[in-house]
């Protein structure tokens, strides 16, 4: 998701990052259970279920934490950037449609982040959003849509507008998945922010950095058993900025790992993204060129039906030819 505009740094727009290491392509499949005879899916040699999912079904994640960098600032040590973080998100999910082969899901999402050392930091977050898939024989096909909206310390601070289609083809030991994604990212200029309630309608006046992002990316996963697989990936697009010098390309592959054993759900992932801009932000000084890296792993324990308790560590970068933009 785009990360609101700061009073910092202005950071190059975000490209969503790739959908997480634990998102499987588009799939009626669920998780086995842990008791009961778990059935072959119709038509599917993965895929195996023991019951329909629920119809309706809801999540609540509540956290604790520490950013070292949350303005990020190319340099932190001039100015107040650490901070503790406390987090909170509530998800509400309906499924008009849950079969063997086909599924539609709605969902609607409200998030809150708390930094207590920098109270201007703190970031609301509404969305709302649908997806479905069908699955035939060995292939999936799936597609998505999704509104959100961000404040910053109670003000608009952006919105985005994303839709996304996939193909899968699913084997017993390997799958693999295309997709392809549009979104339209916008960025409020600090002068301009619609300050609570309003914000939501009132979405206020794009800054330079807003625009429209085209990318496709291709994923392969080695399946290890017990819901546990390796991934490799690359995905590659182009993003199309209110100004000329904010325009790029990227190419982004990764790596990711998850574990499954009993009670136990281990992710780690690595990712490298390259960017090329087109304009010269200051004449004579050439078009930027940058590298983003980022590190991350977490570990999570079952305690109880629907009930997890976990940690995440994650490390990042960004190394730019402008030294403000690192």
């Known amino acids: 998701m785009p990360r609101p ?6 950071p190059a727009p975000s490209a969503q990052r790739p959908a997480p290491s634990d998102q499987r392509p588009a799939t009626s499949a669920q998780r086995p259970a842990t008791s009961g005879q ?4 119709a038509g599917v040699r993965v895929a195996r279920v023991s019951a329909p999912p629920p119809t309706w079904d809801g999540r609540l994640r509540l956290g604790a934490g520490y950013d ?8 932190p040590d001039t100015a107040q950037s650490a901070t503790s973080v406390y987090n909170g998100e509530g998800q509400m999910g309906w499924r008009p449609v849950a079969d063997d082969t086909d599924f539609v899901k709605a969902t609607a999402t409200i998030a809150y982040d708390r930094r207590p050392q920098l109270e201007e930091m703190d970031t609301s977050k509404l969305a709302l959003g649908v997806s479905g898939a069908s699955q035939g024989a060995s292939l999936t096909t799936g597609g998505s ?17 994303r839709g996304g289609a996939s193909l899968g083809w699913l084997r017993r030991d390997s799958a693999d998945l295309l997709a392809l994604e549009l979104a339209l990212i916008h960025f409020n200029e600090e002068t301009d922010r619609p300050e609570g309630a309003d914000g939501l309608f009132e979405i206020g006046d794009a800054d330079d950095r807003s625009g429209t992002l085209a990318a496709g990316a291709w994923r392969h996963w080695w399946q290890l058993g017990g819901g546990s697989r390796i991934e490799v990936a690359t995905r590659g697009g182009r993003f199309f900025a209110n100004s000329e010098s904010e325009n790029y390309s990227l190419i982004q592959p990764w790596l ?13 992932r690595a990712s490298l993204e390259a960017r ?39 490390l990042g970068a960004r190394d730019s030819n402008y030294d403000d933009r690192d």
């Open 276 to 314: 090329t801009y087109d304009g010269e932000r200051v004449p004579g000084d050439g078009a930027e060129n940058a590298i983003i890296g980022l590190l991350s792993a977490s570990a999570d324990r079952r305690l109880g039906h629907g009930l997890w308790l976990g940690g995440y560590v994650g």
């Open 38 to 41: 778990p059935q072959r899916r």
């Open 68 to 75: 070292s960098n949350a303005l990020l600032d190319s340099d």
């Open 145 to 161: 849509l999704s509104l959100a909206r961000y404040w910053l310390d109670g003000d608009g601070a952006a919105a985005e507008l």
């Open 5 to 10: 505009a700061t009073s910092a740094q202005r």
């Open 256 to 268: 990711a790992l998850r574990l499954r054993p009993e009670g136990w759900e281990v992710q780690a």
